[in-house]
């Protein structure tokens, strides 16, 4: 069955024409813009195209002129189909390669007639050596173009559509949006054994199916191929609009993250993504995007938590230092590069310091500081967390048994402990280890941890943390209000503070939806027993708002900025001439 492309922008004059062709034998593909036609003359090899010569992106003249210098479909036989009857445009048609030129409105017998002698005209010149050179050169196309496994387009497959796509941006009369989506499968490593290769193979071939289907629903206008051994392409052509991609990203992984079941086994697989909506360089230049979707899906796959990351200009900057820091950081404690600030955490009710925060810094000798967002995902990322958890552990307790005896304050200290930290199976008796050393108290020590780090796996996360506090320790949940927990949760697990995210407080005053949520947490928290501790709090209005709901404590530039640990010591001796009412 010969395949007919029909590129035309009217539904009707195209569901009449495909309709004829179809009752005549013929496959029927449509197209309803001209960028689309060529990428889909590019995927499907068709036999003849048919175009119209007024489409709404790019003229059909343009159209046969791309076709005619892509070299995969340089001899597709093409028919102009057109209601513009002046002598010098069928004249164009002709003289640009066309092999026909059909005016509107078409009767079926005429494109029955033009279709039939084209395809005879074909036979009869070329027939012998066009059947031998096809076959040859689908085996190619398929070599050199396809995925051999699950029959996408492969690395050089989705280049040839693209170079098409974006040769023609120069010409478009409005703008069109383009966006590079790469997705990785994380640790995919099959045995080499012989039944986990053919595992592996079918899930590819299953997630490259989950793909296609999820690009079909959506009905966007996209070329999906397979160009690495786990990782796919999406080369999305439409709306760029930033929250529409992120919604679409998320989508995607929620639907493929759904269990896999091959072989009798239950798979479960994650992603990581890199997304390339506006490249450096020029934008019909391929491998500007290739490149920037690629240093995208590079520094998401060094994060811990992170899932997807959108190209942006200072990513490139951004790897280098990474990997500067990551090579230098192994050295880190040895070279004690690591110091610990100090941020007061204020008692709303006497005016006094109740507990300082251990804020870690890395004094790099060429980078100057660093603040943990900046290394922590290395060090999660190389093993090198626990360790460092541990040093900060035993600085601080040093740090609190110091001001106990030398400010007589009985200020508590609040430690950050990253999610690995929390998993370790000899955390408890680090822990009291180190208690034992220093001689802190274990009422001193509060232990700050994420959402991410409780809800990981939360059975041996609670067995941990009730170890913790049946030996005097308190918890803190850190940066609650972002991830949503459950309260359900909450009331599972052995908490004393809750810690609200300091996006909730940034300008409190205009946002009656952010003091609605933090009106609604101080209710929940007085309900369970727990003490709230408002963080990033700035201004006093902020703090007479927070005051006014019944919150505990506060955190925040409004008290004090992080000190060293000689300006907390100075603090912390004078604290108790400090109140609230002296900020």
Not at 69 to 91: C, H, M, V, W
Not at 493 to 512: A, F, G, R, S, Y
Request: with cysteine; hydrophobic share 40%; charged share 20%.
């Amino acid at each position: 069955m010969r395949t007919i492309l029909l590129i035309e922008d009217n539904p009707v004059s195209a569901t009449a024409m495909k309709l004829i062709l179809e009752s005549h034998g013929y496959a029927a593909i449509h197209s309803g813009t001209g960028l689309e036609g060529m990428a889909k003359a590019v995927a499907y090899q068709p036999d003849l195209i048919l175009c119209d010569v007024m489409l709404p992106d790019i003229l059909g003249w343009d159209v046969l002129q791309q076709i005619r210098s892509t070299p995969s479909i340089n001899a597709t036989p093409f028919i102009f189909l057109s209601g513009l009857d002046e002598k010098q445009y069928i004249r164009k048609g002709m003289i640009l390669g066309a092999d026909d030129y059909l005016l509107k409105p078409i009767e079926p017998g005429d494109l029955l007639e033009s279709v039939g002698a084209v395809f005879r005209k074909y036979d009869r010149l070329t027939q012998p050596y066009v059947v031998e050179m096809q076959r040859v050169t689908q085996e190619l196309q398929n070599v050199i173009y396809k995925d051999y496994l699950t029959g996408l387009p492969n690395r050089l497959g989705l280049r040839e559509v693209m170079e098409v796509q974006l040769r023609t941006i120069a010409s478009q009369t409005k703008e069109m949006g383009y966006a590079l989506i790469t997705l990785e499968i994380e640790d995919f490593n099959p045995n080499p054994s012989a039944g986990v290769n053919a595992l592996g193979d079918e899930l590819l071939v299953a997630v490259a199916q989950r793909l296609s289907h999820g690009l079909q629903d959506q009905g966007l206008r996209s070329t999906l191929a397979r160009t690495h051994s786990q990782q796919f392409s999406i080369f999305l052509q439409g709306s760029t609009y930033r929250p529409f991609l992120e919604n679409l990203i998320k989508n995607f992984l929620e639907y493929l993250h759904q269990p896999y079941t091959l072989q009798d086994q239950c798979i479960s697989i994650k992603f990581k993504v890199g997304i390339c909506a506006e490249p450096d360089g020029s934008p019909t230049d391929v491998d500007h995007w290739v490149n920037c979707s690629r240093l995208a899906l590079q520094w998401v796959k060094r994060q811990v938590h992170g899932q997807y990351l959108f190209y942006e200009r200072q990513l490139g900057q951004n790897m280098v230092e990474w990997g500067q820091m990551e090579q230098d950081l192994h050295q880190v404690l040895a070279q004690r590069q690591l110091q610990l600030d100090y941020q007061p955490i204020v008692n709303l009710i006497t005016g006094r310091v109740v507990t300082m925060e251990a804020l870690l810094r890395w004094n790099h000798p060429q980078l100057g500081t660093i603040i943990p967002p900046k290394f922590i995902p290395i060090a999660e990322a190389h093993s090198s967390m626990y360790a460092i958890d541990l040093w900060v552990l035993a600085t601080a307790l040093e740090q609190v048994q110091y001001w106990r005896s030398h400010c007589r304050s009985h200020v508590r200290v609040a430690v950050n402990l990253s999610p690995k930290t929390i998993r370790q199976p000899d955390l408890v008796e680090q822990i009291s280890h180190l208690l034992e050393v220093t001689g802190a108290e274990p009422h001193a020590l509060v232990l700050e941890l994420t959402e991410t780090s409780l809800f990981d796996n939360l059975e041996a996360t609670h067995h941990t943390l009730q170890r913790l506090k049946m030996r005097g320790i308190q918890i803190a949940l850190d940066d609650f209000g972002q991830g949503y927990s459950s309260l359900h949760y909450l009331r599972a697990l052995p908490l004393d503070i809750l810690k609200v995210d300091h996006k909730l407080v940034q300008n409190l005053e205009q946002n009656t939806q952010n003091q609605a949520i933090l009106k609604a947490i101080i209710r929940m928290a007085q309900s369970l027993d727990l003490k709230v501790v408002a963080e990033g709090v700035e201004t006093k209005s902020q703090l007479h708002f927070l005051q006014s709901q019944g919150y505990h404590m506060l955190q925040g530039f409004v008290y004090s900025h992080p000190l060293n640990q000689e300006a907390s010591t100075d603090f912390l001796a004078h604290s108790q001439e400090q109140t609230l009412s002296a900020a």
